[in-house]
């Protein structure tokens, strides 16, 4: 990445600037986010896994505090909740989230043709397709990883995908294979098929199996073994796509070793449990030269969000943001304290934003 404009103050830059400076690195295939420019082939090289309950908007915007470049994806949120529901209950988020990438679930290709066009009018920067979820609702439904067995019907779903957000990046997540189909030509064929017959170029790789017979979701996500060979030979296979890699990876140096087979690396649960882990991301693998944020300037940034959310009234609690930054000091002397303050049913009750800072104080003494 060549860093080469960056407005120190945060303010709106002065307009002009700012579109001669875009207009230039789009011509140089490079995308302006977050006021750094960053390689379009990079963009995607750290993400956070969509992860139902726990990706939510509260846990996103305390992500992007942390890295400015990783993309974020929201939960899985099914098609037909947006076609009937209230969109902007499922869509609405913080602008400080770009770039940030809308998981639907799925498997009726009008039915996500209608709920993409929504989520197009919201300008998230990508749509991605569920077919990796192994949860026995989910199968109910036929979508998840049960999708993996009817490629064709996946082909229709992201065709229709595209065609109704015709400016949107539609990319799809899935298994290496269902059940006990377990050769490399499964997810081979897979890709390949939708290589052929969808515009999709981002393939998002949960490298292990789907079981969706006898295994629960959770233990869908540690039981069947990890085959990331699998994945590397995909790029191997298709160099023209973009492979992203996923499941059960956990440190920076595990990062860089994938980042050597394929494009990009997707992390859930260490990112949720030890969230500071991406403190080191964009100098690490974006080459940002922003200094890292401190616990302190952390703090007070989820301070004065939590006072916002609480004062807007809008039936936010603050259990509902404290529930997400358990992990945050995870490594330090007073992570327990401060996961006992956050978690304490008689603190929370009062809402007062303050409790954060309380915490913190906690962790101070021990530093
Ligand atoms: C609590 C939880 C909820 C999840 N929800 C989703 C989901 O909505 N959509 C999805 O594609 N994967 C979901 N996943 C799977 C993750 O996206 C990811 O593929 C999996 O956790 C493996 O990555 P990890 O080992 O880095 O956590 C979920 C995982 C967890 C732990």
Request: hydrophobic share 40%; charged share 25%; net charge positive.
């Amino acid at each position: 990445m060549v860093q080469i404009w960056y407005n120190k103050t945060h303010k709106t830059p002065k307009k002009t600037l700012l579109n001669a400076v875009i207009r230039t690195a789009r011509n140089q295939g490079k995308l302006m986010k977050n006021n750094e420019l960053v390689d379009i082939k990079k963009k995607r090289r750290l993400s956070i896994a969509p992860m139902l309950d726990w990706t939510d908007r509260h846990f996103r915007y305390l992500a992007r505090q942390i890295s400015r470049h990783t993309w974020l994806y929201t939960e899985m949120i099914n098609a037909g909740a947006i076609i009937h529901g209230d969109p902007a209950r499922f869509l609405a988020y913080n602008e400080s989230e770009h770039p940030i990438a809308l998981q639907l679930g799925g498997s009726d290709p009008a039915q996500l043709a209608q709920a993409a066009k929504k989520v197009a009018q919201y300008q998230y920067d990508e749509i991605n397709l569920n077919c990796g979820c192994p949860s026995p609702r989910v199968q109910k439904g036929a979508f998840g990883a049960c999708l993996m067995n009817d490629v064709g019907l996946v082909a229709d779903c992201l065709n229709a995908m595209q065609q109704a957000a015709p400016d949107c990046e539609i990319t799809v997540k899935h298994r290496i294979g269902v059940d006990k189909q377990t050769e490399y030509r499964i997810v081979r064929d897979f890709v390949g098929t939708l290589r052929e017959k969808t515009p999709v170029r981002t393939y998002i790789v949960h490298a292990r199996n789907a079981w969706l017979d006898g295994l629960s979701p959770k233990e869908n996500r540690d039981i069947p073994p990890l085959k990331y060979h699998y994945v590397y030979q995909l790029k191997q296979d298709f160099p023209d796509l973009e492979i992203i890699i996923n499941g059960g990876i956990k440190t920076n140096a595990e990062i860089a070793e994938h980042l050597r087979h394929v494009d990009g690396v997707m992390i859930g649960r260490e990112a949720y449990h030890n969230t500071m882990i991406m403190r080191d991301w964009d100098r690490l693998f974006y080459d940002s030269r922003q200094p890292e944020i401190s616990y302190p300037e952390l703090i007070q940034r989820l301070y004065a969000y939590a006072q916002t959310q609480l004062a807007a009234g809008r039936g936010t609690i603050l259990r509902h943001m404290a529930r997400h930054y358990l992990g945050l000091m995870h490594g330090l002397h007073g992570a327990r304290a401060w996961r006992q303050m956050l978690s304490d049913a008689e603190l929370l009750k009062a809402n007062r934003a303050e409790l954060i800072l309380e915490a913190w104080a906690e962790v101070e003494k021990g530093l």
